[in-house]
C-alpha cells in the first residue's frame, strides 16, 4: 500500500527477523568470538558476547556513569566509606525460572578466587585478592569488606562493576577446568540472565543469538542476532551495500565513496573505551631503548595526531596523549580539559629527547647509539586496511625523526599467543587498550600486573597508582594521569569515532554500541509503516 507521511503513518519499534553484524562493531578491527564465559573472556570480543548473556552488576554508560536502570544491583553503599560495600540486587531470574541471588555472584568470585593469576580480570578494581569477606545478608542482598580503605569511587567502578551472577545452581557441579572446557560450547550456556542466548557457533563462519524469553529486561525486536566472522573491512562493506549485512563498520579510506551507497545510512559512534596503542616489550632486551622515557615520548612527540583524525577519520575522531579518554572528560585532569599535556606533536622536540638520550644520526638517517639502530619490529593485526595505512603513517613520521618500525602481520590471535609465549619473541605490537571506568590503571601499569604484557615497571607510577586507588578524591587520579601521559608506558596515538553503515530497515545501532564493550540489543528494532490499511 502506498502510506503517506501522516500521525497514521508514523513509525513504530518492529520486528525484524534475523539482523547479521560483523563482529568488531565498535572496534577497530573484528575476529573471531571463540567464549561465551564471562569469567574466561580474554579479548574485547569474547567480552561483549558474555556480556548478551551474563551482564554484571553495573552498567558504566557512555558518560561514564552508573546506569541504575541497565544494572542487576539495585543499590550500592559504602556505610564506612570506602571498606565496606553494601550491595542489593533487582528481582531478576535465570531463563529456567530460577531467581538470581547474592550466592551466584559470590560463585562467580569463587570461580576468580580458583583461578587466581590466569583469571583475564586479574588485578583491575583490586579483584579477587582486595576482597576480605563476601558476605550474604539475604538473597537480594550481600556485602563485600574489602582488606583495607580505598577510593571508593575506583572500587565501585573497577571491581563490583566487574563483578556479575553466574549460575551456580547449573555449573557447580562441574570442576573449573571443565568449565574452562566448554567455554566455546553453547549447549553449555542453556542458563543466562542476560538479554540473549548463544544458539550456535561456528568457528570461522559465525555465531547466532537468539532473545531470552525469561530475560527481567526490555524485549527484543528481532528472532536471531548473527556475529558474522569476516577477514577485513571489505567484505563487511560489501555485505551491508548488498543486503546481506545489516551493518559494517567501514574503514577511513572508503567513507567518501559509502556515503550516498543506496539503501544505508551513516552512524558516527562515540569514540571507544578501547585505544589505538603501540604496545612495547621492555623485557626483550634487544629492544632495551624502550625503557628510556626519552625515547618514548619522541616517539609519542612524532606522531601527527591532528592529521591522523583529518586524513584517516575525516575529523571524526580523537588523539592520546595517555591510558585516558578525551571525552567524556568526566575523570581528566583540569590542564588536559584545556588541551595541555606532557606530550604532543613536536618532531623537533623528538629529536632533541633522542639527542639527549645519546642517540646520533647514522647513515640512513636511523638513530643509533653504541652500533645499535633505533629499530624495532611492530606487530600488526592482519585485515584491517584502516590499521594498516595508519601503521603506514606512524611509520612515516617515525622515520622522519630517526627511528625505525618494521611492520609484520598476523592474526590477532597470534599476537596475542606471541604476547603471552618468551620475552625474546615479539618487541612490540598492536593491542586495543582499555580504559577502566574510572582510569587508574592498576591493571596495566602497575609493576607485575596481570594485563601488563610488555613488562613495564616504574616506582612513581606504583606510587601513584596506589595513590589513586586508597586514598579519596580526584587529585590523585588526576596527578597518575599527568605522569602516565609524561611516562608512555604505550605510545598512544588517534582513534576514530567509529562510522558505520546501516542498512535502512535497521535503528538503534548508536544506542546498541556502548563505549564500554557492553551492548544493549534491545534498542535494535526495525521501521514499520502503521497506516489505515496496514
Known amino acids: 500500500m502506498l502510506c503517506l507521511t501522516t500521525p497514521a503513518c508514523a513509525d513504530q519499534r518492529g520486528d525484524c527477523g534475523t539482523i547479521v553484524l560483523p563482529t568488531g562493531i565498535g572496534e577497530s578491527s573484528a575476529a573471531d568470538i571463540t567464549s561465551f564465559n564471562p ?88 579483584l579477587p585478592t582486595i576482597i576480605k569477606s563476601f558476605n550474604i545478608i539475604s538473597a537480594t542482598q550481600f556485602q563485600v569488606v574489602l582488606t583495607h580503605q580505598v577510593n571508593p569511587e575506583w572500587f565501585i567502578y573497577n571491581g563490583l562493576a566487574s563483578l556479575g551472577p553466574v549460575p551456580k545452581h547449573v555449573w557447580d ?33 559465525d555465531a547466532v543469538f537468539v532473545p531470552n524469553p525469561a530475560y527481567d529486561g526490555p524485549k527484543m525486536h528481532f528472532s536471531r542476532l548473527v556475529f558474522k566472522f569476516l577477514e577485513g573491512d571489505g567484505a563487511a562493506v560489501q555485505g551491508a551495500e548488498s543486503g546481506d549485512m545489516d551493518a559494517a563498520m567501514v574503514a577511513a579510506d572508503l567513507i567518501s565513496t559509502v556515503k550516498n551507497v543506496p539503501g544505508v545510512y551513516p552512524v558516527i559512534l562515540q569514540e571507544t573505551s578501547f585505544q589505538n596503542s603501540i604496545l612495547l616489550n621492555f623485557k626483550n632486551p634487544a629492544v632495551g631503548f624502550f625503557n628510556d622515557v626519552r625515547v618514548r615520548q619522541a616517539m609519542e612527540d612524532a606522531i601527527d595526531q591532528d ?10 575522531g580523537a588523539p592520546a596523549y595517555g591510558p585516558f579518554l578525551l571525552q567524556p572528560d568526566t575523570f581528566l585532569p583540569p590542564a588536559m580539559r584545556a588541551g595541555h599535556f606532557p ?32 629499530s624495532f619490529v611492530f606487530l600488526l593485526s592482519a585485515g584491517s586496511g584502516a590499521l594498516e595505512e595508519m601503521t603506514d603513517f606512524i611509520q612515516d ?41 574510572y582510569p587508574t590503571g592498576e591493571a ?10 610488555g613488562g613495564y615497571s616504574d616506582p612513581t607510577m606504583d606510587k601513584l597508582i596506589n595513590a589513586s586507588v586508597n586514598e579519596p578524591g580526584l587529585q590523585n587520579l588526576f596527578n597518575y594521569e599527568t ?31 556502548n563505549p564500554a564493550g557492553d551492548f544493549s540489543p534491545d534498542q535494535l528494532y526495525c521501521t514499520v509503516q502503521k497506516g489505515p490499511n496496514a
Open 39 to 126: 569469567v574466561f573472556a580474554g579479548t574485547a570480543y569474547n567480552g561483549e558476547a558474555s556480556l548478551l548473556l551474563f551482564p554484571n552488576l553495573l552498567w558504566i554508560n557512555r558518560y561514564a556513569q552508573i546506569d541504575w536502570y541497565r544494572s542487576i544491583a539495585s543499590a550500592v553503599s559504602t556505610p564506612d566509606q570506602g571498606k565496606t560495600y553494601d550491595v542489593t540486587l533487582r528481582p531478576w531470574h535465570w531463563s529456567d525460572g530460577v531467581p538470581v541471588t547474592s550466592q551466584d555472584v559470590k560463585y562467580y568470585l569463587d570461580l576468580a578466587n580458583e583461578l587466581g593469576p590466569e583469571w583475564p580480570g586479574y588485578g583491575g578494581g583490586g
Open 173 to 205: 557441579k562441574y570442576t573449573v577446568d571443565q568449565i574452562f572446557q566448554a567455554q566455546s560450547s553453547p549447549s553449555f550456556y542453556d542458563v543466562v540472565d542476560g538479554p540473549l542466548k548463544i544458539q550456535r557457533l561456528d568457528i570461522g563462519l
Open 307 to 316: 592529521t591522523m583524525v583529518k586524513l584517516f577519520f575525516q575529523g571524526a
Open 343 to 374: 606530550v604532543g606533536y613536536d618532531p623537533v622536540k623528538a629529536r632533541a629527547l633522542l639527542a639527549q638520550a645519546g642517540y646520533t644520526p647514522g647513515p640512513d638517517g636511523i638513530a643509533q647509539k653504541h652500533g645499535q639502530r633505533l
Open 397 to 437: 613520521d617515525f622515520r622522519k625523526v630517526g627511528i625505525e618500525m618494521k611492520v609484520r602481520e598476523m592474526d590477532f590471535n597470534q599476537i596475542i599467543a606471541t604476547m603471552q609465549g618468551p620475552a625474546s619473541g615479539w618487541e612490540s605490537g598492536a593491542l586495543g587498550t582499555p580504559v577502566e571506568p
Open 444 to 453: 596495566d601499569y602497575e609493576t607485575g600486573a596481570f594485563q601488563n604484557f
Open 483 to 513: 605522569y602516565a601521559s609524561a611516562q608512555q608506558p604505550l605510545i598512544f596515538f588517534a582513534g576514530p569515532n567509529p562510522f558505520l553503515i546501516v542498512r535502512n530497515r535497521l535503528h538503534g545501532m548508536k544506542d546498541f554500541v
